[in-house]
């Protein structure tokens, strides 16, 4: 996730191979195992990413936690030690907390594998302390390396003798002085250690230098592209010797230097410096040394060590430069690139603050324009650029990491993100690829990215750090949790690792929550969520990791499949996609019915008043034109995924489907205005000709994203695809539904929804294939409100069961209009399996049908209390209601007592009596006469009633966020609760509003 450096910007600036086959075999329908959905497997389960305070940790209470987790249903953790908003320390503790990497501390570790074996939960382990990946074993000429730029005028015709002194200081090393003098450390400028690796001229035609303000980051000379020459080789003793031609030339000067990034919260007493990973010399010996034998780890790789973990790219490099980038850039581009670096030095192109923050910038240098040129070309050349850099950070570093871990029995689960690679393509080098719901803000578009990359290069699992969201910390309840995950599975997720689990320290400075690393009293962001034993909804993790788990069983049976291919032409997701304020999504952010914004709304704007507004670039551009058609296809029932040009290239044809890698697509969409490689524009003219339906929606490709041979191959790409789409299946339009209707594409899993109006829809689905006749698809319902849909099968399902992944249930489902009848309670979900074999009789329960039901309203009923810390505070039916609207209970932690005396109506044989509860802000224990009678901790919050016919008193106690008490405490200015000052209106809903009813349904008959 990213770190506090984000917000440390935005303060100072106002101051392996591509693997194409399965892991494992796929199963077939005859070897589903309904014991498994019922009690699902250890591997099921969700993780938790498990925070040390650096080494300053106990044996017995990683024991006692490890034991905690198992408890809870959890399968396993994932350790990551660093120093983050830790209360200050200094001598012995000091050093204590900062003694990663010692014999001391491989011990603590090793203690934990040992008991995790024993419990059967899996460990990872972050790559190191903190991210990205490094440490004080990493030399300043190791680290992550840097191009930078040094520029001269001169006016020839002359002998120049031009001392070549270093590059300029770029912006980003002036603010990273500015945040070191406020103690927050981002970066070091070696730029006085830079080598000289080129030097290039251009006869200026036009544009500027702003030399008045070193943040002006957009300003630029023009060069004429037909006078550029390399003049390297004309430097002797750090001296140009040249004779100038006649004009006004720019002389510039490229030069490598270590980056100076540091490792972000590392628990080091020493500076500590992040590896150079484009060289995969320097990434094994990282790797040999943070995993090297003397650890004592060795004997519990594989089991219960199963992965090492690398959390996404947070770099700070202006351009991403190694020691063999021009000859790699020759080999794999065909053309040398030193005569147009000039063109592709962006003020922080590589740079992931740039990024996240939406700061546009240009070259300071840019090719005047001519008419025999080819078009697009400063495109063209960074395109090239950051593809090199993507092929080299793939190779060296996400291959050869997981290369390493596979020959020591272990996989790499990597969050591929944060730099500009293919990400698709980066997702399926490793074992498990991993988003967030952080980054991008947690888009749908950027989730599918990697489950794409997994699904397509033959991965069986996706990942993803769940429940994190900025300024939401104590925010989150099981609905809100249920949603969020429930959104990860239909993006094709199926591992969650939630963000995340604290040690427990029991130090009091840090107040009745316990550390936590995101909020903290000490300082840093604040991110969500706390999964631990502060968290009031604690105790009812055992139920929601059951779901879980049986989600994620169901969802890595068999294959995946989607309608539609939607065809990913860019390198990188944009972190800035988080700011498309425009895209309009459900938890866009962690954004969830009415809770009120959080995050850096005002630092944004900060940062877009000091360097010119807010720029999203051309990717998010793109992004986000596609969402409402995507939406809109998705509101039809299609289903679809993203494949890049790599795997286009190298996909399957199967008459009039294609394959790539495990997934199985019907069509092809592709956007508008998009460039294509000659191989895949190919490709796709044979997808034509195979009879695959394919749309172009508005202007389709005529031409290739690259430099290399430019004009011949946009001709060729421009052929291929005119080629394409004379095809009768085939179709350019500017409706992409309408196009797919008139092709005869078919959804897998048609969704229609009951007096649902509008573009989306609000039930999503996802599908795996077992075999050509048996699926399973999961359903869920994004709304607030109630819905009942039809689920209609393209292939049909004579075989069908609904599963009901919160109870563990099973049931044959309710036939209605060519498909079957389900209601989704608000944020509920549900598996349509088709064609498994049958499970057994006890497991399975009819639908009721033909039933009524009579509804009575008690929320007006004038026995009705609420009771909170011992004191009565309402009466009557001004006892529900959301606590925000109560000054005494704004600020309560809970929880809150309601009682209420009613007379039950009688039930027969065929009846049943519920209490439904309406909306409840938090989770509801519900008591008849002293009686358990059940908990409702996610929607329909709804218990079964014993028999009626007689008074009863139902006592139901509601257990609510802590935010709202968190806030109340720092606004009585209570400094263990500091992180919560001036957050008064970003309170959360509390309580139980209703309305309350009592359900009798009656007629019970089975189908």
Same mark, same amino acid.
């Given at each position: 996730?990213?770190d506090?450096?984000?917000?440390?910007? @935005?303060?100072?600036?106002?101051?392996?191979?591509?693997?194409?086959?399965?892991?494992?075999?796929?199963?077939?329908?005859?070897?589903?195992?309904?014991?498994?959905?019922?009690?699902?497997?250890?591997? =099921?389960?969700?993780? /938790?990413?498990?925070?040390?305070?650096?080494?300053?940790?106990?044996?017995?209470?990683?024991?006692?936690?490890?034991?905690?987790?198992?408890?809870?249903?959890?399968?396993?953790?994932?350790?990551?030690?660093?120093?983050?908003?830790?209360?200050?320390?200094?001598?012995?503790?000091l050093?204590?907390? *900062?003694?990663?990497?010692?014999?001391?501390?491989?011990?603590?570790?090793?203690?934990?594998?040992?008991?995790?074996?024993a419990?059967?939960?899996?460990?990872?382990?972050?790559?190191? &302390?903190?991210?990205?990946?490094?440490?004080?074993?990493?030399?300043?000429?190791?680290?992550?390396?840097?191009?930078?730029?040094?520029?001269?005028?001169?006016?020839?015709?002359?002998?120049?003798?031009?001392?070549?002194?270093?590059?300029?200081?770029?912006?980003?090393y002036?603010?990273?002085?500015?945040?070191?003098?406020?103690?927050?450390?981002?970066a070091?400028?070696?730029?006085?250690?830079?080598?000289?690796?080129?030097?290039?001229?251009?006869?200026? =035609?036009?544009g500027?230098?702003?030399?008045?303000?070193?943040?002006?980051?957009?300003? &630029?000379?023009?060069?004429?592209?037909?006078?550029?020459?390399?003049?390297?080789?004309?430097?002797?003793?750090?001296?140009?010797?040249?004779?100038?031609?006649?004009?006004?030339?720019?002389?510039?000067?490229?030069?490598?230097?270590?980056d100076?990034?540091?490792?972000?919260?590392?628990?080091?007493n020493?500076?500590?410096?992040?590896?150079d990973?484009l060289?995969?010399?320097?990434?094994?010996?990282?790797?040999?040394?943070?995993?090297?034998?003397?650890?004592?780890?060795t004997?519990?790789?594989?089991?219960?060590?199963?992965?090492?973990?690398?959390?996404?790219?947070?770099?700070?490099?202006?351009?991403?430069? &190694?020691?063999?980038?021009f000859?790699?850039?020759?080999?794999?581009?065909?053309? !040398?690139?030193?005569?147009?670096?000039?063109?592709v030095m962006?003020?922080?192109? !590589?740079n992931? @603050?740039?990024?996240?923050?939406?700061?546009?910038?240009r070259?300071?240098?840019?090719?005047?324009?001519?008419?025999?040129?080819?078009?697009?070309?400063?495109?063209? @050349?960074?395109?090239?650029?950051?593809?090199?850099?993507?092929?080299?950070?793939?190779?060296?570093?996400?291959?050869?990491?997981e290369?390493?871990?596979?020959?020591?029995g272990?996989?790499?689960?990597?969050?591929?993100?944060?730099?500009?690679?293919?990400?698709?393509?980066?997702?399926?080098?490793?074992?498990?690829?991993?988003?967030?719901?952080?980054?991008?803000?947690?888009?749908?578009?950027?989730?599918?990215?990697?489950?794409?990359?997994?699904?397509?290069?033959?991965?069986?699992i996706?990942?993803?750090?769940?429940?994190?969201?900025?300024?939401?910390?104590?925010?989150?309840?099981?609905?809100?949790?249920?949603?969020?995950?429930?959104?990860?599975?239909?993006?094709?997720?199926?591992?969650?690792?939630?963000?995340?689990?604290?040690?427990? =320290?029991?130090?009091p400075?840090?107040?009745l929550?316990?550390?936590?690393?995101?909020?903290?009293p000490?300082?840093?962001?604040?991110?969500?969520?706390?999964?631990?034993e502060?968290?009031?909804?604690?105790?009812?993790?055992?139920e929601?990791?059951?779901?879980?788990?049986?989600?994620?069983?169901?969802?890595?049976?068999?294959?995946?499949?989607?309608?539609?291919?939607?065809?990913?032409?860019?390198?990188?997701v944009?972190?800035?996609?988080?700011?498309?304020?425009?895209?309009?999504?459900?938890?866009?952010?962690?954004?969830?019915?009415?809770?009120?914004?959080?995050?850096?709304q005002?630092?944004?704007?900060?940062?877009?008043?000091?360097?010119?507004?807010?720029?999203?670039?051309? +990717?998010v551009? #793109?992004?986000?034109?596609?969402?409402? /058609?995507?939406?809109? *296809?998705?509101?039809?029932?299609?289903?679809?995924?993203?494949?890049?040009?790599?795997?286009?290239?190298n996909?399957?044809?199967?008459?009039?489907?294609?394959v790539?890698?495990?997934?199985?697509?019907k069509a092809?969409l592709?956007?508008?205005?998009?460039?294509m490689?000659?191989?895949?524009?190919?490709v796709?003219?044979?997808?034509?000709?195979?009879?695959?339906?394919?749309?172009?929606?508005?202007?389709?490709?005529?031409?290739?994203?690259?430099?290399?041979?430019?004009?011949?191959?946009?001709?060729? /790409?421009?052929?291929?695809?005119?080629?394409?789409?004379?095809a009768?299946?085939?179709?350019?339009?500017?409706?992409?539904?309408?196009?797919?209707?008139?092709?005869g594409?078919?959804?897998?899993?048609?969704?229609?929804?009951?007096?649902? +109006?509008?573009?989306?829809?609000?039930?999503?689905?996802?599908?795996?294939?077992?075999d050509?006749?048996?699926?399973?698809?999961?359903?869920?319902n994004?709304?607030a409100?109630?819905?009942?849909?039809?689920?209609?099968?393209?292939?049909?399902?004579?075989?069908?069961?609904?599963?009901?992944?919160?109870?563990?249930?099973?049931?044959?489902?309710?036939?209605?209009?060519?498909?079957?009848?389900?209601? *989704?309670?608000?944020?509920?979900?549900?598996?349509?399996?088709?064609?498994l074999?049958?499970?057994?009789?006890?497991?399975? &329960?009819?639908?009721?049908?033909?039933?009524q039901?009579?509804?009575?309203?008690?929320?007006?009923?004038?026995s009705?209390?609420?009771?909170?810390d011992?004191?009565?505070?309402?009466?009557?039916?001004?006892?529900?209601?959301d606590?925000?609207?109560w000054?005494?209970?704004?600020?309560?932690?809970?929880?809150?007592l309601?009682?209420? =005396?009613?007379?039950?109506?009688?039930?027969?044989?065929?009846?049943?009596?519920?209490?439904?509860?309406?909306?409840?802000?938090?989770?509801?224990?519900?008591?008849? !006469?002293?009686?358990?009678?059940?908990?409702?901790?996610?929607?329909?919050?709804?218990?079964?009633?014993?028999? #009626?016919?007689?008074t009863a008193?139902?006592?139901?106690?509601?257990?609510?966020?802590?935010?709202?008490?968190?806030?109340?405490?720092?606004?009585?200015l209570?400094?263990?609760?500091?992180?919560?000052?001036?957050?008064?209106?970003?309170?959360?809903?509390?309580?139980?509003?209703?309305?309350v009813?009592?359900?009798?349904?009656?007629?019970?008959?089975?189908?």
């Amino acid at each position: 996730m990213p770190d506090n450096a984000f917000l440390r910007f @935005l303060i100072a600036a106002p101051l392996l191979l591509a693997i194409a086959s399965c892991n494992s075999p796929p199963l077939t329908a005859e070897a589903f195992d309904w014991q498994s959905y019922d009690n699902p497997p250890m591997d =099921t389960r969700p993780l /938790v990413r498990w925070w040390w305070p650096g080494a300053d940790v106990d044996p017995s209470e990683l024991a006692r936690e490890l034991d905690v987790l198992a408890a809870q249903g959890f399968g396993g953790a994932e350790i990551q030690a660093f120093n983050a908003a830790l209360e200050p320390v200094e001598g012995e503790a000091l050093s204590k907390r *900062l003694d990663y990497d010692s014999p001391r501390f491989w011990t603590l570790v090793q203690g934990v594998a040992s008991a995790a074996q024993a419990s059967s939960l899996r460990i990872d382990l972050n790559l190191g &302390t903190g991210w990205s990946t490094g440490g004080p074993h990493i030399d300043v000429a190791d680290s992550m390396q840097t191009l930078l730029w040094g520029e001269a005028v001169v006016n020839g015709p002359a002998t120049v003798d031009l001392p070549l002194t270093g590059p300029e200081q770029t912006p980003f090393y002036m603010l990273a002085e500015i945040a070191a003098d406020i103690g927050e450390p981002l970066a070091r400028d070696l730029t006085s250690t830079a080598k000289l690796v080129a030097v290039i001229a251009g006869k200026e =035609t036009g544009g500027r230098r702003d030399r008045d303000n070193d943040y002006n980051l957009q300003d &630029t000379v023009q060069l004429d592209p037909k006078t550029l020459v390399e003049l390297t080789s004309f430097v002797e003793d750090g001296k140009l010797h040249w004779d100038a031609p006649d004009g006004k030339w720019r002389v510039v000067s490229l030069w490598q230097a270590p980056d100076g990034q540091y490792i972000s919260l590392p628990a080091y007493n020493q500076p500590s410096f992040v590896v150079d990973h484009l060289n995969q010399q320097r990434v094994l010996d990282n790797l040999n040394h943070l995993l090297r034998d003397e650890t004592g780890l060795t004997p519990y790789f594989a089991d219960p060590i199963k992965g090492i973990f690398i959390d996404s790219f947070e770099m700070v490099t202006e351009r991403h430069y &190694t020691d063999d980038f021009f000859a790699k850039f020759q080999e794999f581009r065909g053309y !040398d690139i030193k005569p147009y670096l000039p063109f592709v030095m962006n003020p922080g192109a !590589d740079n992931h @603050l740039f990024d996240g923050a939406g700061i546009k910038t240009r070259s300071p240098f840019s090719l005047s324009e001519t008419s025999d040129q080819v078009p697009f070309v400063s495109e063209r @050349l960074h395109h090239d650029y950051s593809l090199t850099v993507s092929d080299l950070f793939i190779e060296r570093f996400f291959e050869t990491t997981e290369e390493w871990a596979a020959a020591r029995g272990m996989g790499a689960r990597v969050q591929p993100y944060g730099i500009r690679v293919d990400v698709m393509r980066a997702a399926g080098s490793v074992s498990i690829p991993e988003a967030e719901q952080l980054y991008a803000g947690g888009s749908e578009l950027f989730l599918k990215v990697i489950s794409s990359g997994a699904h397509q290069y033959g991965r069986s699992i996706a990942s993803a750090e769940s429940l994190v969201w900025a300024g939401k910390d104590h925010m989150t309840t099981p609905r809100k949790l249920k949603a969020a995950v429930d959104k990860l599975f239909t993006a094709g997720i199926n591992q969650v690792v939630f963000h995340g689990f604290p040690y427990k =320290t029991n130090n009091p400075a840090y107040g009745l929550s316990d550390w936590h690393p995101f909020s903290s009293p000490f300082g840093g962001g604040t991110y969500s969520s706390n999964v631990s034993e502060t968290d009031p909804f604690w105790d009812y993790f055992v139920e929601i990791n059951a779901y879980i788990a049986r989600c994620q069983y169901l969802l890595r049976q068999g294959m995946p499949t989607a309608d539609i291919a939607v065809f990913y032409p860019w390198l990188g997701v944009p972190a800035s996609l988080a700011r498309a304020d425009e895209l309009d999504e459900f938890l866009f952010g962690g954004q969830f019915e009415d809770e009120p914004l959080t995050g850096r709304q005002d630092l944004f704007e900060l940062v877009d008043a000091f360097f010119g507004g807010k720029y999203l670039g051309p +990717v998010v551009d #793109g992004l986000t034109g596609l969402w409402p /058609v995507l939406q809109e *296809l998705e509101a039809a029932g299609y289903t679809w995924e993203w494949i890049n040009d790599e795997r286009l290239v190298n996909c399957s044809l199967d008459k009039d489907q294609f394959v790539s890698g495990n997934a199985r697509f019907k069509a092809l969409l592709v956007p508008d205005q998009v460039a294509m490689s000659k191989d895949a524009a190919q490709v796709v003219k044979q997808m034509a000709e195979s009879g695959v339906s394919i749309v172009f929606l508005g202007e389709y490709p005529t031409r290739q994203p690259g430099f290399h041979d430019a004009e011949l191959n946009d001709q060729a /790409v421009k052929a291929a695809i005119e080629g394409a789409i004379g095809a009768k299946n085939v179709q350019n339009s500017d409706n992409a539904l309408e196009s797919m209707q008139k092709l005869g594409v078919l959804p897998t899993v048609g969704v229609a929804v009951a007096d649902h +109006v509008g573009p989306s829809n609000p039930v999503k689905t996802i599908s795996r294939r077992l075999d050509s006749e048996s699926f399973i698809t999961f359903a869920r319902n994004q709304s607030a409100k109630d819905v009942e849909v039809v689920i209609s099968p393209t292939l049909g399902c004579p075989e069908a069961f609904w599963l009901d992944p919160w109870t563990g249930g099973v049931q044959e489902p309710v036939t209605a209009s060519g498909g079957f009848a389900v209601k *989704l309670a608000p944020y509920g979900s549900g598996f349509l399996a088709c064609n498994l074999p049958k499970p057994n009789p006890e497991l399975v &329960t009819k639908s009721p049908v033909g039933n009524q039901q009579e509804f009575i309203d008690i929320s007006k009923d004038p026995s009705w209390s609420l009771t909170v810390d011992g004191v009565e505070v309402a009466t009557g039916g001004s006892a529900l209601g959301d606590w925000r609207d109560w000054g005494g209970l704004s600020g309560s932690f809970g929880p809150g007592l309601y009682k209420v =005396t009613v007379e039950l109506p009688e039930v027969g044989d065929k009846s049943q009596l519920f209490l439904d509860l309406g909306q409840v802000h938090g989770v509801a224990l519900v008591s008849v !006469d002293g009686q358990k009678a059940g908990t409702a901790i996610v929607p329909p919050y709804r218990v079964s009633l014993p028999q #009626g016919g007689k008074t009863a008193k139902i006592d139901i106690t509601v257990v609510i966020a802590d935010r709202n008490g968190l806030i109340a405490a720092a606004e009585a200015l209570d400094k263990t609760a500091a992180q919560f000052n001036g957050k008064g209106d970003t309170r959360v809903a509390a309580g139980l509003v209703g309305p309350v009813l009592l359900v009798k349904t009656t007629g019970l008959e089975e189908n």
